[in-house]
């Protein structure tokens, strides 16, 4: 157990539709992080909140929107969902936001899957 | 824009037999290369972290490598559980501390 919690694990849903993933950063870690991993794209970095105020922004569709709250934990809304956006989407947590040298912590993941 | 280039994309080994995994690098200013294992279904865990040219990092059968322009990972008498997708990651100097990540190389190793 790496510390970060990531909800639901599977989620099965049909085009057109909205979902939102859950993620719990390990305790201490202000940062938190949204990858999406799909089998020719690699882990392809969304966007970074860091103590509840969005950090960076990478390539993230407008469709798709994150919030930091303020317990820390973190949601990523997906909507008007497309067969495209199935893959595997990591939240990971650091406990630094800028200039730090240290790694993430990965969550085990939600495997979305669009019908 | 940074880039991570991994080669092979894939590579079958028996186990015993040594071999390295490339990665090729595109930054402006290098604040760490990270190594990461990541299991089939399963979340990246965190390997190594490497800072300046020169430098390496050894865990059990793995060692990591950090040239200005590429890091290897070498693998020493690799077993079957060493079985796993291989990632490699930059962090820029230039911006936040997030991180750009190669495609991966997927190692399977038989007994």
């Known amino acids: 157990d790496s510390g970060v919690t990531q909800t639901p694990k599977h989620l099965i849903t049909a085009t057109g539709q909205r979902v939102t993933l859950r993620c719990s950063p390990r305790s201490g870690d202000l940062s938190v992080y949204w990858y999406q991993q799909s089998l020719d794209q690699g882990l392809q970095f969304l966007i970074q909140?860091?103590?509840?105020?969005?950090?960076a922004k990478g390539n993230i569709l407008e469709r798709f929107s994150a919030q930091q709250f303020p317990d820390l934990h973190s949601e990523l809304n997906l909507s008007s969902l497309e067969l495209g956006d199935s893959a595997l989407y990591f939240c990971a947590s650091s406990v630094e936001g800028a200039g730090g040298r240290i790694g993430y912590t990965f969550g085990s993941g939600t495997r979305l899957t669009v019908v | 824009e940074d880039q991570v280039t991994q080669s092979p994309e894939a590579l079958r080994l028996q186990e015993g037999e040594s071999s390295s995994l490339n990665c090729s690098y595109t930054?402006?200013?290098?604040?760490?290369l990270f190594w990461y294992r990541q299991d089939p279904g399963k979340g990246p865990e965190f390997l190594f972290t490497?800072?300046?040219a020169g430098e390496e990092k050894e865990k059990e059968r793995l060692k990591a490598t950090l040239t200005k322009k590429e890091s290897f990972l070498h693998i020493t008498a690799p077993k079957p559980e060493d079985s796993a997708t291989y990632l490699c990651a930059v962090q820029s100097d230039s911006g936040y501390s997030t991180l750009t990540f190669g495609k991966g190389t997927m190692l399977l190793v038989s007994p």
């Open positions: 909140y860091y103590n509840g105020e969005e950090r």
């Open positions: 490497l800072y300046s």
């Open positions: 930054v402006s200013g290098l604040r760490g």
